[in-house]
């Protein structure tokens, strides 16, 4: 059984995502820096995802055959300096960070030396682990890419869409970035992007 | 009557673009740096649309309401240059154009010093012109993105989406982007982004 810890996950796109990854038959565990803490805040949902643990990050992602980073952008660099020795040799790690600030009221793209989140991610996982992103699956590992549409295939309603190396990321978080700016303009809550042409 | 011009309607997106705007009851003028060879392009397809007319770039854009800019992004310097005294004062200009290059096969984005190709472009124009663009409609004046959206529910199958200031203009050229690489991948030619969630 495949088991995905999830950094960030009480969330509310991690605890979407575990109730969902548990229903599709994963194993799945919420990492946290205070695992105390997120067992409160998952007792609120727990009824709907019974079998959802949790524990601290490092042993989250230990036992983890796929780690997924919901985490604020922010976090992301002492996160990964930490959980670095901890990540299983040839795990997958599926980045969902979207770069954005919300200053002022107003959205921006955070500038990413690296061109992208995902790209800076990567540059901060051990090289044994394999990096992949999203619904929108970008990744340089043809493997990565594989594992991450299967998982994303899992996912009632979701169709994955391979659109090929990891240089892409900046433009699948300008599609989320897009995507909440709707949000906020059409005061809805789950805007998303369908591709059409796609049979 | 609307009066369009479409500056690269010869190519095959302002060619649809064209067709359709004339069908929904715009008038609409496709301009070019050669008229001759624009007539002769359009002499293919005209019998679809037939009441779509041929000008030069400058006469074009002096008669217009509404300018669209479907040329390639390396040509919108000197078009701009020449143009700049042509445009009607309080004309719209839709700027359609993705920066994007191909170079040895590969999509990528140029990078833009103001930040996107539509911010350049305003950069480029009378102030007395108001800029928008394209089917996810951004501008920072509310009456051009109001125009741009009427402009946009005529076409049929296209559904206008107001995403705010032009500061997003980066975020849509990336999504146009990946709807290339989307094309490429799976070897189709019109994958579009729809919004899922806005009723």
């Given at each position: 059984m495949t088991s995905v810890a999830i950094l960030g996950g009480t969330g509310q796109q991690g605890r979407a995502l575990a109730q969902r990854l548990q229903h599709a038959g994963l194993r799945v565990t919420i990492g946290s820096r205070d695992p105390g803490r997120a067992r409160a805040a998952v007792a609120a949902w727990i009824a709907?995802?019974?079998?959802?643990?949790?524990?601290?990050?490092?042993?989250?992602?230990?036992?983890?055959?796929?780690?997924?980073?919901?985490?604020?952008?922010t976090f992301v660099d002492p996160l990964l300096e930490e959980l670095r020795p901890h990540f299983k040799v040839g795990s997958l790690v599926v980045d969902l960070i979207v770069p954005v600030t919300f200053a002022g009221?107003?959205?921006?793209m955070v500038e990413v030396a690296e061109g992208s989140a995902a790209e800076h991610v990567r540059a901060r996982l051990p090289a044994s682990v394999r990096l992949d992103?999203?619904?929108?699956?970008?990744?340089?590992?043809?493997a990565a890419r594989a594992e991450a549409v299967a998982l994303v295939a899992l996912l009632p309603g979701l169709r994955p869409v391979d659109v090929?190396?990891?240089?892409?990321?900046?433009?699948?978080?300008?599609?989320?970035?897009?995507a909440i700016a709707i949000n906020r303009r059409y005061k809805i809550h789950d805007a998303r992007f369908r591709v059409v042409g796609l049979t």
């Open positions: 709907l995802a019974p079998a959802v643990e949790v524990a601290d990050n490092a042993a989250a992602v230990a036992q983890a055959d796929v780690t997924m980073l919901a985490v604020p952008f009221g107003k959205i921006a992103c999203d619904e929108f699956v970008c990744g340089d590992s043809d090929g190396a990891l240089s892409r990321a900046r433009s699948i978080e300008h599609l989320t970035a897009l």
